[in-house]
């Protein structure tokens, strides 16, 4: 009887340490992450490329990182179809869920949350620009790049210095509407640039067209007989084929410059190709998603490789990984201050605010370091922007790293 009962005890020890050498070294607590996206309005063409930029991060970050520190992260898609009463009306449902963080889409989602975040305790990290009219204190929507203006002033003193001489203002001309709040915004900001800078830019006309223009060669041919030599059209895709189709008209190619959503790789097949586009840019603090061998290609190669990310190397899919980039480096910081099963809404905010998360964290996904403060939703310490140009039918690097200048509220 004894021999039985040694012998039982020797198996229950024996079979305890079998089953602790296959159980996870650390519990996992899994937290839903709400990811705002459109796949049914009028940005669903690009949401093939963005969200799976997203989840090609969590899944990387999850085995690389999360493991070790106790957190698994889950995506959870809601269509607000970029729409700001969709988001609203969903909200309710994305609360039920309790997210510590949020990954936000664009300007709907922002005007709907915007307000109730700071009750609700859920930070939102938003991959496009910021802009002049959410520079306000106390924001819980937190972009990773600064405002649209404060990237194309860093462009426009660029090329001012390299493309200008440097010893006189850089005639400049925009194209934007006044039907959509963020592009008002744009030329709201540039004008007040102009103003307070007339030795770097002379704006020649802030020319305002409809959101969707049938023809702009009028509009065009004036700004190019008063001198300008530079073109800029950081609004949408239906304006910046509009501005290009009248640049081939007029038969002249003065410098167009676009931002990250309506950049040359979004508007080739429209204007007839890459090459249709010599000498353009593509301005702001994201990826320039050429095919240089970059830390970022590098990156993006490595998680389709090994993670089996499915997505172009297209400056949108770059959108998602950034934004994604961002959102894990905050949990991850939280989560080794706190302990990643206490993690919350509120933690995680004050985590984006009194952290400096250097550059090298984003492997070339974000123009310098992301630091937010209670002052402004985008980083101020050391924007940068980095600045592609197409040249012989390809789009190639031709800055990095371009100081942004330090500007007023406008």
């Known amino acids: 009887m004894k021999t039985l009962t040694t012998w039982a005890a020797?198996?229950?020890?024996?079979?305890?340490?079998?089953?602790?050498?296959?159980?996870?070294?650390?519990?996992?607590?899994?937290?839903?992450?709400?990811?705002?996206s459109d796949y049914s309005g009028p940005f669903a063409a690009i949401m093939p490329m963005l969200g799976p930029g997203r989840d090609g991060v969590v899944a990387w970050w999850n085995a690389?990182?999360?493991?070790?520190?106790?957190?698994?992260?889950?995506?959870?898609?809601?269509?607000?179809?970029?729409?700001?009463?969709?988001?609203?009306?969903?909200?309710?449902?994305?609360?039920?869920?309790?997210?510590?963080?949020?990954?936000?889409?664009?300007?709907?989602?922002?005007?709907?949350?915007?307000?109730?975040?700071?009750?609700?305790?859920?930070?939102?990290?938003?991959?496009?620009?910021?802009?002049?009219?959410?520079?306000?204190?106390?924001?819980w929507v937190l972009a990773t790049r600064p405002t649209f203006v404060h990237e194309f002033t860093g462009f426009i003193e660029w090329f001012q210095k390299n493309k200008a001489g440097g010893s006189r203002p850089v005639k400049v001309a925009m194209f934007t509407t006044e039907a959509s709040p963020t592009f008002a915004d744009m030329g709201k900001g540039i004008n007040a640039y102009a103003k307070a800078n007339p030795s770097i830019i002379n704006l020649v006309?802030?020319?305002?067209?409809?959101?969707?223009?049938?023809?702009?060669?009028?509009?065009?041919?004036?700004?190019?007989?008063?001198?300008a030599e530079l073109i800029l059209v950081p609004t949408n895709i239906q304006q910046a084929v509009a501005v290009k189709r009248a640049m081939q008209a007029l038969s002249k190619n003065v410098p167009i410059a676009y931002s990250i959503q309506n950049s040359p790789a979004m508007l080739q097949k429209l204007v007839g190709s890459l090459s249709a586009m010599d000498g353009d840019y593509e301005v702001h603090s994201g990826v320039i998603a050429t095919e240089e061998d970059t830390e970022a290609k590098k990156f993006y190669d490595m998680l389709v490789a090994k993670y089996g990310m499915k997505a172009p190397w297209h400056s949108i899919t770059t959108i998602g990984i950034n934004q994604a980039l961002v959102m894990v480096r905050a949990v991850e910081a939280a989560a080794r201050k706190n302990g990643g099963d206490k993690l919350t809404g509120e933690m995680l905010y004050n985590t984006l605010l009194d952290t400096n998360f250097p550059a090298k964290d984003f492997f070339g996904f974000t123009g310098g370091d992301i630091d937010f403060s209670v002052e402004a939703p985008f980083p101020t310490k050391d924007p940068r922007v980095n600045i592609g140009q197409v040249v012989g039918g390809k789009l190639v690097t031709v800055a990095k790293g371009v100081p942004v200048p330090t500007l007023a509220k406008w």
């Open 10 to 36: 020797r198996a229950a020890i024996v079979a305890g340490i079998a089953a602790s050498s296959i159980a996870p070294a650390t519990a996992q607590t899994v937290y839903q992450i709400p990811a705002l």
């Open 64 to 139: 690389e990182q999360g493991a070790k520190l106790g957190v698994k992260l889950e995506l959870k898609t809601y269509d607000t179809r970029y729409d700001t009463a969709q988001t609203a009306s969903l909200w309710p449902g994305v609360l039920a869920t309790k997210p510590i963080i949020g990954l936000s889409l664009g300007g709907p989602d922002t005007s709907a949350l915007q307000q109730r975040l700071p009750t609700d305790k859920v930070p939102m990290i938003l991959g496009s620009a910021a802009t002049g009219f959410g520079w306000r204190p106390n924001q």
């Open 205 to 227: 006309e802030m020319v305002y067209i409809e959101p969707q223009p049938a023809d702009v060669t009028l509009q065009l041919r004036r700004v190019l007989n008063a001198g």
